[in-house]
Nanobody, 123 residues
Framework: QVRLVESGGGLVQAGGSLRLSCAASGTSGTIFGINAMGWYRQAPGKQRELVAVITSGGITNYADSVKGRFTTSRDNAKNTVYLQMNSLKPEDTAIYYC??????????????WGQGTQVTVSS
């Protein structure tokens, strides 16, 4: 019920930074509320893993592997969530996806996924 589009991925050297954006659009008018938005990543040959979560109240949680390096935030006016990635490592290379967990106005829970953006860290 909501369209999510990630952007901001690219190629960066180890130690560099990137900021990913996830913009929500489409049928957002049917949404009663978003419980949380999360960032996931999937590297070749590995399972998709949760990287960061931000709740509707602004509470954040991070995977141990990115704590101290990544920060997620929200701009509710723009219906956008961000993932600031600093001190990037080669093992951060993956396709990054954003996810929305919410409830529509009919009272049904839903989950929406973006199509992903590639992050490649060299060296």
């Amino acid at each position: 019920q909501v369209r999510l589009v990630e952007s901001g991925g690219g190629l960066v050297q180890a130690g560099g930074s990137l900021r990913l954006s996830c913009a929500a659009s489409g049928t957002s008018g049917t949404i009663f509320g978003i419980n949380a938005m999360g960032w996931y990543r999937q590297a070749p040959g590995k399972q998709r893993e949760l990287v960061a979560v931000i709740t509707s109240g602004g509470i954040t949680n991070y995977a141990d592997s990115v704590k101290g390096r990544f920060t997620t935030s929200r701009d509710n006016a723009k219906n956008t969530v961000y993932l600031q990635m600093n001190s990037l490592k080669p093992e951060d290379t993956a396709i990054y996806y954003c996810n929305a967990d919410g409830i529509n106005k009919l009272g049904s829970r839903f989950a929406s996924w973006g199509q992903g953006t590639q992050v490649t860290v060299s060296s």
